[in-house]
Every structure is written in structure tokens, then in C-alpha cells.
């Protein structure tokens, strides 16, 4: 079975520095990695996935996530935060084997982010 | 082009009542996902459908639970007899091709209480 792990609740972080969000994954076999964005009542937004290639992978809004095989990490990072990046992230994996089960994404159970101005 | 829509985005119900929930995926867009987020969780699979066929419903509840994707019209997601349980965001999402690869993007949900 497949597992998400998002180690912190929440993250708290000054307008202006980097920010880092962590993601670590289970499973069998080769994965594909999403971040998404959920802002308050809202869906939830796509902002980049690993899929193959390069390990540093660039999104939407400034943001870039790191893929790490050894570590089985998948952590979130932009330069330079802004307050409204303020949002719950999720992070989400997906085997790449064809069978039952690879339809699905699994998700963390998501970081609140708050960027305090 | 119009992204994932779903309605209603607020539906309230009363224990025993039935709640139906609408999703029209994204134009060109022929898989749809349910999914259900319960408070300060993550969301959760429920169901995968192509047009008049369910492939995967491995994380629908046995009881109560059912989906659709009709040829024409939106997939609904209908729970019967409704409990207080049942009470959470419920969000759709749809992708163009099967394959690992192809970005599931998901609508607004519709946020389900049960009194």
C-alpha cells in the first residue's frame, strides 16, 4: 500500500525567506509526486508533479519541489515567500505500475502554511 | 476552457435524507475521481469512472454509497439514508487519458452536512 507522511501541521514563516514544505512517500515501486494548494472553502489546486527526468521540478506561483529517492522525500520550496502563498498543501503520490489501486492518488494529511507579513 | 464544475457547493441534509452530488469534468476530459476530505484529513479516494463504467471503487463505504458517469450528462455521486458521518467535503476531479502521468485537477467540491 501506498502512504503519504506530511511530518509538520504547520509551518510559520516570515515574508521574504524561503520556505520549505516536507513530504515523505511509500511505496511499491516507482512513484508520481503532485503538490497541490487548498485555500479556505476552495478546491484544490495544482502546482507541480515529478513524473521522471530531472529531480528539481518547477511550478506554478514560484514554487519547486526536490525529489529524493534515497530519502523518499518530495519536500516543497520557494525562495521567497509571499502572504498570500498562506494555503493547506498537499502532497500526493501515485504508482506508475498499471493493476488496481493505480488510479488513485493518496494524499497527506496536508501543512497549513502561514506567511506572516 | 471552464475547469471541473460541481453542485450544489453547500448541501445540507437530515439523517435518512438522500444527497446527490454532481460533477461535470473538464472539457475533453473523459476519467472522473471522487474523492471525500474529512475535517483536518487528507482526501481520501472513493471512486473512479469512465463514461458507463466504474473501474475502481475500491474506496467507496459498501453500504449507501453509489456512482455514475452516464454517457450523457455529469457523473453524480449519490449517498442514501444519510448519517452525520456522512457530513464532509466531497471533491471531484477529472484527467484527460488513464495514466499515471496525467494531472488530476480537481473542482470547488460540495461541502455535505447532515443534521
Known amino acids: 500500500a501506498q502512504s503519504v507522511a506530511q511530518p509538520e501541521d504547520q509551518v510559520n514563516v516570515a515574508e521574504g525567506n524561503p520556505l520549505t514544505v516536507k513530504c515523505t512517500y511509500s511505496v511499491s515501486g516507482n512513484p508520481y509526486l503532485f503538490w497541490y494548494v487548498q485555500y479556505p472553502n476552495r478546491g484544490l489546486q495544482f502546482l507541480l508533479k515529478?513524473?521522471?527526468?530531472?529531480?528539481l521540478v518547477k511550478g506554478s506561483y514560484g514554487f519547486e519541489a526536490e525529489f529524493n529517492k534515497s530519502q523518499t522525500s518530495f519536500h516543497l520550496k520557494k525562495p521567497s515567500a509571499l502572504v498570500s502563498d498562506s494555503a493547506l498543501y498537499f502532497c500526493a503520490v501515485r504508482v506508475t505500475d498499471s493493476g488496481a489501486g493505480s488510479y488513485q492518488l493518496t494524499f497527506g494529511k496536508g501543512t497549513k502554511l502561514s506567511v506572516i507579513p | 476552457n471552464a475547469g471541473v464544475m460541481q453542485n450544489p457547493r453547500h448541501l445540507v441534509r437530515r439523517r435518512g435524507q438522500e444527497a446527490r452530488l454532481r460533477c461535470s469534468p473538464m472539457k475533453g476530459h473523459s476519467h472522473v475521481y471522487w474523492y471525500r476530505q474529512l475535517p483536518e484529513e487528507g482526501l481520501k479516494f472513493m471512486v473512479y469512472?469512465?463514461?458507463?463504467?466504474?473501474?475502481?471503487e475500491s474506496g467507496m463505504p459498501k453500504e449507501r454509497f453509489s456512482a455514475e458517469f452516464p454517457k450523457e450528462g455529469p457523473s453524480i455521486l449519490r449517498i442514501q439514508q444519510v448519517v452525520r458521518g456522512d457530513s464532509a467535503a466531497y471533491f471531484c476531479?477529472?484527467?484527460?487519458?488513464?495514466?499515471?502521468?496525467?494531472?488530476?485537477?480537481f473542482g470547488p467540491g460540495t461541502r455535505l452536512l447532515v443534521l
Open positions: 515529478y513524473i521522471t527526468g530531472d529531480n
Open positions: 476531479a477529472s484527467s484527460p487519458i488513464l495514466g499515471g502521468q496525467e494531472t488530476q485537477y
Open positions: 469512472l469512465q463514461k458507463e463504467n466504474i473501474i475502481d
